[in-house]
């Protein structure tokens, strides 16, 4: 299971998040 919550955080992308994967959508927005 902590390898699927990882894989599914870093590198599956996400319509609700303009797909970007949670992680890349957070440091997106952290960083503006």
Same mark, same amino acid.
């Given at each position: 299971?902590?390898?699927?919550?990882?894989?599914?955080?870093?590198?599956?992308?996400?319509?609700?998040?303009?797909?970007?994967?949670?992680?890349?959508?957070? *440091?997106?927005?952290? *960083?503006?």
């Amino acid at each position: 299971l902590p390898r699927w919550i990882e894989d599914y955080n870093c590198s599956h992308p996400h319509s609700g998040l303009n797909m970007k994967s949670p992680r890349e959508f957070l *440091a997106m927005k952290l *960083a503006s």
